[in-house]
């Protein structure tokens, strides 16, 4: 059974583009642009090219924890993992940077990229940020768990 669909005729009609994708893995997350679909599940991040009759799905080698959001930022898309922390896609090498290295708090819930470029991380801990592209985080907020 089909669990993603897309439609090419302003919701006329549907095609089911799931197929492919490990039954196993349940689905938590997805963003797309004009050519790819990027979806997020409990064992990692899948890319599928959307330009083929069919969804090819692509397992990412290297994000193969949960992976429960990915966002679109102005310098390459995000992706969490509540258990390894927010990664950023590197549009020139395809690579996944981590940006939690020096973030006191790893359980993130949710993020946010402001128009400057700045991240706002939202933890069991509260809210962090950085102005920065991650090297360095500030907690902005320490009054309980921050979760959207």
């Not at 897309?6 to 006329?12: A, E, R, V």
Request: charged share 20%.
């Amino acid at each position: 059974m089909d669990f993603l669909f897309k439609s090419g005729d302003g919701g006329q009609s549907w095609q089911g583009i799931g197929k492919g994708f490990p039954s196993t893995n349940q689905p938590f997350s997805i963003w797309a642009d004009d050519a790819t679909l990027y979806l997020g599940g409990s064992d990692g991040l899948y890319k599928g090219i959307t330009a083929f009759p069919t969804v090819k799905w692509d397992r990412d080698m290297f994000m193969q924890d949960e992976i429960t959001g990915i966002y679109h930022g102005q310098y390459g898309n995000y992706a969490l993992s509540p258990r390894s922390g927010l990664y950023q896609n590197e549009p020139m090498t395809g690579q996944w940077r981590p940006l939690h290295e020096n973030l006191k708090d790893k359980t993130i819930h949710t993020m946010l990229e402001s128009r400057d470029g700045g991240i706002l991380a939202c933890c069991e801990s509260g809210i962090f940020s950085s102005v920065n592209k991650g090297k360095t985080w500030k907690q902005t907020f320490d009054k309980g768990p921050a979760y959207k």
